[in-house]
């Protein structure tokens, strides 16, 4: 069933279809709040914040765009208000991970995909809110440059622009994090 049909289906009463609209996306949703706090309690949070309000809103989504596309706008803005809200804190974490490096071989070659899926993803959470939150979109939910428009509000160029630098910047942080593997 699609998003459309399903927004439908919500607007008529029915509680369980939105319930699977819920489920469709609460895994990207949750992820580009994460991207944004920085705090998986925070995420669920914004999360949750961002589909009641779309739940609250839903007869006014016109249906010009994909759902997804407006969906994410309100957790952008979702994320970015509990932010405001939140007094900065430190974070500290402490890991036990080794990592055995063989010389002669490149190292992100020998990762497998899960691996290095996880690799990027702890180097997009290095990088400046927006910078992670317009390669998600890009690269993740494989979004169009209009589609990131719609969604950020930003310029068709300014969009461009961030994600020339948010890429360059991503390969710096793989870069040095892959250099001070070596080095160990």
Known sequence: MTDSELIDRVLKGERHAFTILVNNHKDMAFSLALR?????????????????????????????????????????????TKLREKKPYEKVQFTDNFIEVETGLDGFD???????GESIKKALGELEKMDAVILTLFYLEEYSVEEMVETTGFSK?????KLHRARKKL??????????????
Request: proline share 0%.
């Open 36 to 80: 944004i706090t920085k705090s998986e309690n925070l995420a669920e949070e914004v999360a949750q914040d961002a589909f009641l309000k779309v739940y609250t809103a839903l007869s006014g989504f016109r249906k010009e765009s994909r759902f997804t596309t407006w969906l994410y706008r309100i957790v952008i803005n979702a994320a970015y």
């Open 110 to 116: 020998r990762l497998s995909v899960k691996e290095r």
């Open 157 to 161: 160029a300014n969009v461009k622009v």
């Open 171 to 184: 390969a710096e942080v793989i870069e040095k994090k892959y250099v001070e593997l070596l080095n160990q």
